[in-house]
């Protein structure tokens, strides 16, 4: 008997004339790794908050059809009992911990459930080991790292002994060291304890090829379902951008079964291709410290032998020196604590140096240029609400304008167009979608055309569209003359979009250059074209790339009959708009 | 900044206590403080506090309290003197102001003055060494059993308010290069610069709660009856303790009836030491009060009084 | 003197302050909803008077929040936000023997928002500007009481009068503070709380 049953499920939240999910039906079988998969808005969170029993509990709304889990209509369950069976682990740490100290938080359901107290010791003794927050145990929850409180939110789940873990974007939120872990403790719970996992997801490179089965959901239907290689061959055809770049390539290619990881995809590239090179592939010319100087173009920013310190004593900065063009476009990387988002603030003016010299747009910002600058930066933080307060979409924008004294009413609409927020002008922004959100932070800050751009972690928490859309745009600023700096963890975006590369370590730069050359030869920093074609073919960072440089010598013959590029497009013409760039 | 005074782990022995009997051993420190009038007495107990802060690596926070504190005892000595005017011992005589009378200025009531500005010293150092030794977890979780309410939503306040000050900076960050400069401008414009901050923030805060909530609500939370997850050892060391603050406190309580302790200012002030039982009950009840404080000290030095308590 | 007022004072503080919070703890049950939302709030307050702006001559914008919480949530919820606001910040900020004193005055400000509204349901802004400033000097005198306990000898009217007299720049920035900020803040922060008192309700479900 399956676990859960789901039959003809629609429901709208409260106040919504659209329905959040339409006419959805599925099977849970126990045991099963299942993975939700669809852009943000396609019903994916929903769907897990239905199978956690709160929609429509804590939420309200109109629902139709049914939810069977074991056997019996969830709505007619004990709550306790639904909260025993099925434990859930939401999207952002911040928002699921409740108590001041880790082992009060692991122990915080089983109160709920009213275990007595042997047990709740035994159960927490256990899940703290399992975890690994041991030796954390007795620490203020508020001086975890990000990836650990995600941690901290699983343990407190799973010391209730679920028997379904449902996870609704559990990694979105952090840097890529914490979500692989969080990704294989899940592997291993389900492979080692036999739970059944729920994933929603929409990062598929990492999580792709740990589920047994994928269901595709766009608008609130689902789309299709099946095991990750058959799915992914849909998904290519519906939503390319959705998937890894490996298996993206692969189906440009029309190869089936598709691969999905790079391992999988290295095996099919020497069954056909031999290796250039010796076995560990040529070296590239190292980067340098110091990109020299390129003629022309004046310096946006320029850094020399920064030094900061935080009043609490932490040395951030250790003689940094960057330098960047008029119109670059640079994306910043480094483990969390290297000073990236230290260094940035420093060439916008929140912070000043300590030692050394930052000039931004030609002015000393540590004497007083942070003042001039002023209105010709642009910063934007890691969480979009920090921008939204108005009635009004459009209020936003004025904000700016006003603030910085500027008098240009006809940017506002130009600004509203491009970013496609016009039907919006009048709404509300704390009403709108988390990539909606992020839009309009960015034309509040655009508003003010600033010179030199500066973006914190922007692509942190959003759909894989809304990044390619934001990759997009920002590339149009600096094809304009505007200067780009992105703090990401992000590698796939940093190969896709930039130009410059710059590394961070422990408060210095270790590597800068210009991205083929940092990126394809590095080890981790490496997006995953890079790794797939590592002795085949260097130097090839995109799908684009790879497709132009490897596309004709695997293509021709040995390749099955795949439908052509433009010919699958028309198949589906909603979902063309974001395809591939070729 | 903010973060300062907040407690820290340090694996201390006093830390190491069970909440119960330091927070008993505190409370008797409490009472005898705003029991004791004797300026003696109260300089004992201060001193004994400043061993006790010094012991709990609490050097920083406790010389920052007491700065802190300083202005009050000003303030204190200062009305004290002006208002009274039972001393007999006047050294300076103002002139009259309507309403109020003649200013005068007595020897007993500045001595009186100061006697109360050490008591607030006192207080100040026992709180300084209550936010060093207890952690706000342990005296919550000892609290939880009799209002699980209140006690839930302050813990849970208190987890939050680190995020609202990170929030609250980065927003700020975010709107000063919005063109908002919250230095500038009378102070009417500058409060209503403030409103749009505030704004964002409530929002924000607010929307988390939203969040926070239905993650309690997979957790089972409200499905009915619940219990306590509570651990605490109760070893050798708790049991000295306790009995060190109760016998300090009843030998005081005694030594009170017997007017050991008491002080009398005005017209003229007592003599500071009356007779050999003022100081006898003074160092037994400090003595008393010191067995953490003792105990404390051999169980850095010696790793057999460690294992035995 | 026989009596120790200042030991009396104290004392009475912590009790009354701890049979207010296990009261407030006990009656009902409390749904994840409002117990999150009114912690959240605490937790605001608390910041906002753990971090005041230098630049705004130490004005807090707390209290007023702590006011219009009470007039939009009720007096139990007010009185609960009040409390737990200096008890919070004080965990950070340090605690002291003035603790239970200043959870039962912020206490009250938050359950007198809840009074307004019985009284005044339709009240606008303006009243609950009035209310706290008033609160401001208010606030003072209160505290003013257990400095003057003990602190202060003898305890007469005219030695009170005085000690309030000292803090009466104190009193009037305080006073100040709340009027700025209730003028400027309060209809948007009501708003806000209103929308989300709303929210605080579980919405009817329906089948299809």
Not at chain 1, 406 to 435: F, H, I, M, Q, W
Not at chain 2, 179 to 204: A, I, M, P
Not at chain 3, 64 to 93: D, W, Y
Request: net charge positive.
């Amino acid at each position: 008997m399956a676990l859960f049953k789901v039959e003809n499920l629609t429901y709208y939240y409260p106040a919504s004339a659209e329905a959040a999910l339409r006419n959805i039906s599925l099977e849970i079988r126990e045991g099963e790794f299942l993975l939700l998969v669809g852009a943000s808005g396609s019903g994916k969170s929903t769907l897990a908050r239905v199978l956690a029993g709160l929609i429509p509990d804590f939420y309200g709304g109109k629902m139709g059809g049914r939810v069977l889990f074991k056997g019996r209509e969830m709505r007619t369950l004990d709550r306790r009992q639904v909260a025993r069976e099925v434990g859930m682990v939401f999207q952002d740490p911040e928002r699921q911990l409740v108590k001041t100290q880790v082992e009060a938080e692991v122990a915080f359901g089983l109160e709920n459930l009213g275990l007595p107290l042997p047990e709740m010791r035994r159960r927490v003794a256990e899940v703290l080991a399992f975890m690994g927050l041991e030796p954390v145990k007795g620490s203020f929850i508020a001086h975890l790292s990000g990836g650990q409180k995600q941690k901290l939110a699983l343990a407190s789940v799973l010391a209730m002994q679920p028997r379904v873990l449902v996870l609704d974007e559990p990694t979105s939120q952090l840097d890529p060291a914490s979500a692989e872990e969080i990704l294989q403790l899940v592997r291993r719970l389900n492979e080692e304890t036999g739970l059944t996992v729920v994933l929603a997801e929409q990062r598929l490179e990492r999580c792709l090829h740990l589920a047994d089965r994928v269901i595709l959901l766009a608008r609130g239907e689902v789309v299709c379902e099946g095991r990750p290689a058959e799915v992914a061959q849909e998904i290519a055809g519906a939503d390319p951008l959705l998937l890894p770049p490996v298996a993206r390539f692969f189906t440009r290619l029309g190869v089936s079964p598709v691969p999905i990881t790079v391992k999988e995809g290295r095996q099919i590239l020497l069954g056909r291709l031999r290796p250039e090179g010796g076995p560990a592939g040529r070296p590239t010319p190292a980067p340098t410290k110091n990109s020299p100087v390129r003629g022309g173009n004046p310096a946006a920013v320029e850094m020399q032998g920064v030094w900061y310190t935080y009043p609490q004593g932490n040395e951030a900065l250790k003689g940094v020196s960057l330098n960047l063009q008029k119109g670059e476009f640079a994306v910043i990387l480094g483990a969390n604590g290297a000073g990236k988002t230290t260094l940035v603030k420093q060439m916008v003016g929140l912070l000043r140096p300590d030692r050394g010299k930052v000039w931004a747009l030609g002015k000393d910002v540590g004497r007083g240029g942070f003042k001039e600058i002023r209105g010709r930066v642009a910063y934007l933080s890691q969480n979009p609400n920090d921008y939204l307060f108005q009635d009004t979409v459009e209020g936003e924008l004025l904000f700016t304008i006003r603030n910085l004294g500027l008098n240009e009413r006809t940017l506002v609409d130009e600004l509203l167009e491009r970013l496609g927020l016009l039907k919006y002008r009048n709404a509300n922004p704390r009403e709108l979608s988390s990539g909606e959100r992020q839009r309009v932070a960015l034309a509040s800050v655009l508003v003010a055309r600033p010179q030199l751009i500066v973006l914190d972690e922007p692509t942190r928490g959003i759909d894989y569209r809304l990044k390619a859309e934001l990759g997009r745009l920002l590339r149009e600023e600096a094809e304009k003359g505007c200067t780009v700096v992105v703090v990401t963890h992000d590698v796939e975006f940093a190969a896709e979009y930039a130009r410059q590369v710059v590394i961070m370590h422990g408060g210095e730069i270790v590597a800068e250059g210009e991205k083929h050359a940092l990126l394809g030869n590095s080890l981790f920093y490496s997006p995953q074209m890079a790794r797939l074609c590592r002795g085949f073919c260097e130097g090839v960072l995109t799908v684009a790339e790879a497709v132009e440089k490897l596309g004709s010598v695997i293509g021709s013959g040995s390749v099955r009959e795949g439908v052509p590029e433009g010919e699958r497009r028309t198949l589906w013409p909603s979902h063309g708009a974001y395809g591939l760039r070729s | 900044m903010w973060e300062k005074l907040f407690y820290r782990e340090k694996g201390l022995f006093l830390q190491s206590l069970h909440p119960a009997a330091m927070l008993a051993y505190l409370l008797v420190f409490l009472l005898l403080c705003l029991l004791y009038e004797n300026p003696l007495y109260l300089l004992a107990l201060f001193f004994l506090l400043a061993l006790l802060n010094l012991e709990a690596e609490g050097r920083e926070a406790w010389e920052g309290f007491l700065k802190g504190g300083l202005l009050l005892v000003v303030l204190i000595m200062v009305v004290n003197s002006l208002v009274i005017r039972a001393g007999s011992t006047v050294i300076w005589s103002g002139p009259a102001v309507p309403l109020w009378g003649k200013l005068q200025v007595s020897l007993e009531a500045l001595y009186y003055g100061a006697t109360s500005g050490l008591r607030f010293l006192v207080l100040l150092s026992l709180f300084c060494l209550y936010n060093l030794v207890v952690s706000p977890d342990k005296l919550l979780s000892l609290l939880a059993g009799f209002a699980y309410y209140s006690v839930l939503a302050v813990v849970l306040a208190t987890r939050f308010f680190p995020v609202v000050v990170r929030n609250l900076l980065r927003i700020k960050e975010v709107q000063e290069l919005r063109g908002v400069d919250f230095n500038q401008g009378t102070l009417w414009e500058r409060v209503q610069k403030y409103s749009s901050l505030y704004g964002v923030l409530l929002l924000s805060s607010l929307e988390d709660a939203m969040g926070i909530a239905e993650s309690m609500q997979a957790r089972a939370f409200g499905s009915g009856k619940r219990t306590l997850y509570r651990h605490h050892l109760w070893r050798p060391r708790d049991t000295i303790c306790l009995a060190g603050s109760l016998g300090a406190f009843s030998l005081a309580l005694w030594g009170w009836f017997h007017g050991y302790g008491r002080y009398e200012f005005y017209p003229e002030a007592d003599v500071l030491i009356k007779d050999a039982a003022t100081v006898g009950i003074l160092l037994l009840v400090c003595l008393g009060l010191s067995l953490p404080l003792l105990l404390s000290k051999g169980w850095k030095r010696w790793p057999f009084l460690r294992s035995k308590i | 003197m026989a009596v120790s007022w200042g030991l009396w004072s104290t004392l009475l503080g912590f009790l009354a302050v701890c049979l207010l919070m296990v009261g407030w703890g006990r009656r009902g049950s409390m749904t994840s909803k409002q117990l999150s939302l009114l912690a959240v709030l605490a937790a605001f307050c608390a910041a906002g008077r753990a971090v005041t702006g230098v630049g705004l001559l130490f004005l807090q914008p707390t209290m007023f929040l702590v006011e219009i919480t009470g007039f939009v949530f009720g007096a139990r919820a007010g009185f609960f936000v009040g409390a737990a606001t200096p008890l919070v910040s004080n965990f950070f900020m340090g605690q002291g023997p003035w603790t239970p004193w200043q959870m039962l005055s912020w206490g009250l400000v938050g359950a007198s928002g809840g009074l307004l509204k019985v009284l005044f349901p339709r009240a606008g802004n303006g009243l609950l500007t009035v209310a706290c400033f008033c609160w401001g000097y208010l606030y003072g005198a209160l505290m003013d009481l257990w400095h003057w306990s003990v602190f202060v000898r003898p305890l007469t009217l005219k030695t009170y009068f005085l000690t309030w007299l000292a803090g009466f720049g104190f009193d009037s920035l305080r006073a100040l503070g709340n009027l700025l900020f209730c003028a400027a803040l309060g209809q948007q922060t009501k708003k806000i709380l209103e929308y989300f008192h709303r929210k605080m309700v579980v919405e009817y479900v329906e089948g299809l």
